[in-house]
């Protein structure tokens, strides 16, 4: 029962909070919307502050799994992949509750306040995202995944920030198309590197400079 109303605690803040920010929205609207009393509420989280961190926590590993079912199949070009995980968020931002990123909105909101837990939650959150994408572009066969998963990152910020700031999530479309070049670039980049490394063994070879080891 206690991780029942827990569970309804944090998913009544993750409404609230997403909506409306973290400072104006009191933990009496968040008691009311999960249908306990305050007391109740605070038996579970000991100040707001804690059930911030909660609601944060709670939305970690959902939205890279979000991220991870736009990537798509394994099994299809990396550039391509790319490309439509951007379109993907394009489509999540046309959802008329969509607020952009929860975890950046908490660490603007706090910017004043570094020590903040929501504002510490946050940019463990980015950089588990971000090494995620430097795993999927490794395994995807990159040459640098990790300049790559850190320049994809921040084209989804800005296109985050844009499409918040314009109500336009044509942003997403175009910063799609910035990354899957920037794959396509990094990809081409790999087999010419692989293709000299070819060329120069073929070319010791033929020279007679191979030399058998058993």
């Not at 850190?150 to 799609?176: F, N, P, V």
């Amino acid at each position: 029962m206690s991780e029942t109303t827990s569970a309804r605690i944090v998913e009544a803040a993750e409404a609230l909070f997403y909506e409306h920010g973290l400072r104006s929205v009191g933990v009496d609207a968040i008691a009311a919307r999960a249908g306990v009393t305050k007391r109740t509420l605070y038996n579970h989280f000991q100040s707001k502050d804690a059930l911030i961190a909660a609601y944060l926590e709670a939305r970690d590993s959902a939205t890279v799994e979000r991220y991870r079912n736009w990537l798509g199949d394994a099994a299809l070009p990396m550039s391509e992949r790319i490309r439509g995980m951007f379109a993907a968020l394009a489509d999540y931002a046309k959802h008329p509750r969509w607020r952009g990123c929860g975890f950046t909105r908490a660490a603007v909101e706090l910017a004043g306040q570094p020590g903040h837990p929501a504002v510490q939650m946050a940019a463990r959150h980015k950089k588990r995202f971000e090494a995620w994408l430097e795993q999927e572009l490794t395994s995807g066969g990159a040459n640098d995944p990790s300049h790559l998963a850190r320049h994809i990152a921040l084209l989804i910020e800005g296109a985050i920030a844009q499409m918040l700031i314009h109500s336009d999530t044509s942003y997403a479309l175009s910063a799609g198309e910035a990354a899957a070049r920037l794959v396509a670039a990094d990809m081409n980049a790999s087999r010419h590197s692989a293709a000299r490394a070819v060329s120069v063994s073929d070319a010791h070879l033929s020279n007679g400079t191979y030399q058998y080891t058993d």
